[in-house]
């Protein structure tokens, strides 16, 4: 019996010096639970935001983090992203517009894609993730990067850094570049056959060969020192930059996929879009183009051919143009009759000595400033709802046809002192609404027409020309008969002709 209450005693004693023992175990197993250290207060709220930790105390479980496969911390003020290292199963990272000066990612073997643009990166080593897919880490202030271990990349964007090379050869599945504003002397892209779009932009480059790019659809090389730009391989093409270089020259004729082309500010003498059918945005300003073909552009919606050297210009086959700048050339005469849909139109510092806007009844926007203008007919039942209007420095204007005298007196104060405004000017370009007019010894009629003008009270040998608006002779004849029929609609398009009499009498027709 004592025996027995003896070991009962050592039992219970065991049992109770194992139950206070099981506290202290669980104590020292919290205790050692892994952390990782977050020294960046905004990083670790960053992480408390999205669940991952619930206090800003420096740390986070590392197991709380390590399963993370997507990481969005942009915009977050983060300096300092040690503690990163941790997120070893990390696929994609997002942590562009923050104040990062540099970045340890050796660890995060798995990233496939990474957003670190606008930060501060002075230095940027992906060097061991070799999956990358997706590399933005542009604006920052890298010197130098190295993507030859990243042979997955498809997408890659450096721009707005200060590199003076770049190395892509090994990227041969890239489909997207984006290096521009760097200071690049040169680009090797002739690897990358699978590249799609490339933005070069604002560098130091003098060539670029891209005759082994033959996918490229989106071309940006602008704001370079490029003196030649051979675009014949790349067939695909759709967009074209390639303004504010010294091209002399350019051939798009290949390139009967593009749609828009920006070629201004170079050396260019001419040149030829009948093979860029596609166009619907086409700027070329500030070259020294003489002449201008883009009668087969029929589909061009925006048209800036400004500051050249250009004497004439047809844009009657232009019939969806909405924006039209022509300003600073040579022009002496436009014909707008076509141009419906026009909705701006910038004609100043030319020589023009006549404008008739009066069939372009969308229109809102003009600027014919520093003309010769004798005659401006402005009439299109649309002048109320114009946004600017402007036809200063044209001493020989003396009247305006508006719709209505009294809105364009209140609302319309950029004209000369001479100037006024009229709903009938009666001057030499006042459309034609009288179904016979007299032109000195003979007649015309009807006027407007659909096809056909008869000319009546003819003398025998006289010289009957009709000029189109560009001045070219399109019809000549020696009268002999005293009648004569001139069927308009084989001579051209619908627009405004002039029909000249022995040189003496030129008289605008209209033609519907």
Excluded at 166 to 182: K, P, R, S, W
Excluded at 188 to 197: A, I
Excluded at 309 to 322: C, I, R
Excluded at 470 to 485: D, F, M, P
Aim: proline share 1%.
């Amino acid at each position: 019996m004592f025996e027995i209450i003896i070991c009962q005693i050592k039992s219970n004693n065991y049992i109770m010096k194992k139950l206070l023992l099981l506290p202290l175990f669980a104590i020292s197993i919290v205790a050692t639970a892994q952390t990782t250290a977050i020294p960046d207060a905004n990083f670790e709220q960053a992480l408390i935001t999205l669940g991952y930790d619930n206090v800003i105390d420096g740390v986070v479980l590392t197991a709380n983090i390590s399963g993370i496969i997507s990481l969005d911390v942009n915009s977050d003020s983060i300096i300092d992203l040690t503690g990163i290292e941790d997120f070893t199963a990390l696929e994609r990272l997002d942590c562009r517009n923050n104040q990062l000066i540099s970045i340890d990612l050796t660890q995060n073997t798995a990233l496939e894609y990474l957003w670190c643009q606008s930060n501060q990166l002075t230095n940027l080593d992906v060097s061991q993730n070799t999956s990358l897919d997706t590399l933005l880490c542009g604006y920052n202030q890298l010197t130098n990067l190295d993507v030859s271990q990243n042979t997955s990349l498809t997408s890659l964007y450096c721009s707005t850094n200060q590199l003076t090379s770049i190395d892509v050869t090994q990227n041969t599945a890239l489909e997207y570049l984006g290096c521009g504003h760097n200071q690049l002397t040169s680009l090797g892209v002739s690897q990358n056959t699978t590249l799609t779009d490339l933005d070069c932009g604002g560098n130091l480059l003098t060539s670029i060969d891209l005759t082994q790019n033959t996918a490229l659809t989106d071309l940006n090389c602008y704001d370079n020192q490029l003196t030649s730009l051979d675009v014949s391989q790349n067939t695909a093409l759709e967009y074209l930059d390639c303004r504010s270089n010294q091209l002399t020259s350019l051939d798009v004729s290949q390139n009967s996929a593009l749609i828009s082309l920006y070629c201004g500010v170079n050396q260019l003498t001419n040149i030829d879009i009948a093979g860029a059918n596609a166009l619907t945005y086409f700027n070329c300003y500030g070259n020294t183009i003489t002449s201008l073909d883009v009668t087969l552009a029929t589909a061009l919606i925006y048209l800036n051919c400004g500051v050249n050297q250009l004497a004439s210009l047809d844009v009657s086959q232009n019939t969806a143009l909405t924006y039209l700048y022509c300003y600073d050339n040579q022009l002496t005469s436009m014909d707008l009759s076509q141009n419906t849909a026009l909705f701006e139109l910038v004609c100043d510092n030319n020589q023009l000595t006549s404008a008739d806007v009066s069939q372009n009844t969308a229109l809102t926007y003009l600027n014919c400033n520093n003309n010769d203008l004798t005659c401006l007919i402005i009439a299109n039942g649309n002048n109320s709802n114009f946004i600017y209007f402007s036809a200063t420095i044209n001493p020989n204007l003396t009247c305006i046809e508006v719709d209505d005298v009294a809105w364009s007196s209140a609302n319309w104060t950029s004209i000369d002192s001479q100037t006024s405004f009229s709903t009938d000017c009666n001057n030499p370009c006042l459309p034609s609404s009288i179904n016979v007019k007299t032109l000195n010894t003979f007649e015309l009629y009807p006027n407007p027409t659909a096809s056909t003008i008869t000319l009546n009270n003819l003398l025998i040998g006289d010289e009957v020309s009709v000029y189109n608006t560009l001045g070219q002779r399109v019809y000549s004849s020696k009268v002999t008969a005293v009648t004569l029929s001139i069927n308009l609609s084989e001579l051209g398009n619908n627009g405004i002709y002039f029909v000249s009499v022995n040189d003496i009498s030129e008289r605008v027709l209209l033609s519907n």
